[in-house]
């Protein structure tokens, strides 16, 4: 397992987080702290959750298996979904944060977290509100680092400039959705994640399970899975090419004899800008399956199809401006007017 640096932080993250919204949705507390015990022996050091997964069985799971180790673990939970009936029991209210902050810690059974992500967008807060709260978290110990998901480049950045100008706690990491795909994040919120140093924890590396050869080009329901159950399947993002993707990718895995998930998840972690990708399982030996991605590396050919033919198509204004260099460095070839 490779370990990446999260942004401009000393913090370093196993390249596989093990995500856990199945832990109380499908998965029961004997296989959750097996994935977990299979985890560090893997070489994870990354776990992720959240309050509102499995109603805050996620969170009471996660923190069981991770007794005893509780140091040899980066924990990141995040915030937002109700989880409750009040009018202040979802959002990023300085109220709800703090509620919900309290509860994660005592569901997980620990002083803090290491990551604490918003997990969507609450247009009802102001951001200044939601920043001075958690800085205030940081500084009271109860929070490492702070970070956001699901925002847009304009609301990220706008987010940033706050916490830089009154000097809060900032963003140190961006969990987007990401995969073979879904590659719209290249757009606009790579380019402001390099530019401010976070770190980038993609989720859904797999498509929702559609890239681990559980489908062919042309389906999109298995009975059994997400896309039949009708939960946490990402299928209305994907991209127009995406059964033309999904057969490449089966092509390269039987070539390599790696199951299609390896592959898709290697294929994430080679991409620029990506610190870590989160993976989740409802049994052991899927969470088996997707921890062998880490360590190894995709042969530059197999790599280079698999971004030709997944690749986002242009897109104004940025491909209108891409080769704008070349324009302005002819301009001292020109003969004099």
Avoid at 38 to 58: C, E, I, K, P, R
Avoid at 76 to 87: E, Q, V
Avoid at 270 to 291: H, K, W, Y
């Amino acid at each position: 397992m490779d370990y990446r640096r999260m942004g401009r932080t000393g913090l370093k993250v196993s390249e596989i987080c093990l995500g856990t919204m199945t832990f109380g949705h499908g998965t029961d507390e004997t296989e959750a702290t097996q994935m977990v015990d299979l985890a560090f022996d893997a070489g994870v050091n990354f776990f992720d959750t959240a309050d509102g997964y499995g109603d805050g069985q996620s969170e009471v799971l996660l923190g069981r298996a991770l007794k005893g180790r509780r140091r040899d673990a980066v924990v990141a939970t995040k915030f937002f979904n109700p989880m409750g009936t009040g009018p202040n029991d979802s959002g990023m209210s300085r109220a709800r944060i703090f509620n919900a902050m309290d509860d994660s810690l005592r569901r997980l059974q620990m002083d803090h977290v290491d990551i604490y992500y918003i997990h969507h967008v609450d247009t009802q807060t102001p951001l200044e509100e939601m920043l001075r709260a958690l800085d205030d978290l940081v500084r009271m110990g109860k929070v490492r680092y702070i970070a956001c998901s699901n925002y847009e480049a304009w609301r990220l950045m706008e987010a940033m400039w706050l916490s830089d100008s009154h000097d809060w706690a900032r963003f140190e990491c961006y969990q987007p959705q990401y995969s073979l795909v879904v590659r719209d994040i290249e757009e606009e919120i790579i380019p402001v994640c390099d530019l401010k140093g976070l770190g980038v924890v993609i989720w859904s590396p797999l498509g929702g399970g559609f890239l681990t050869g559980k489908y062919q080009p042309g389906q999109r329901s298995v009975t059994g899975t997400r896309s039949d159950e009708g939960w946490a399947y990402p299928q209305r993002y994907f991209a127009a090419n995406a059964d033309d993707s999904l057969a490449a990718l089966l092509e390269i895995a039987a070539e390599l004899g790696r199951s299609p998930a390896q592959v898709a998840l290697r294929w994430s972690l080679e991409q620029p800008s990506i610190t870590s990708a989160i993976v989740g399982a409802r049994t052991v030996e899927q969470a088996r399956d997707n921890f062998l991605a880490g360590g190894w590396k995709l042969p530059a050919e197999a790599l280079e199809r698999l971004n030709t033919i997944s690749h986002l198509p242009a897109r104004y204004p940025r491909a209108m401006e891409a080769n704008m260099h070349e324009r302005r460095n002819s301009a001292v070839k020109m003969p004099r007017l």
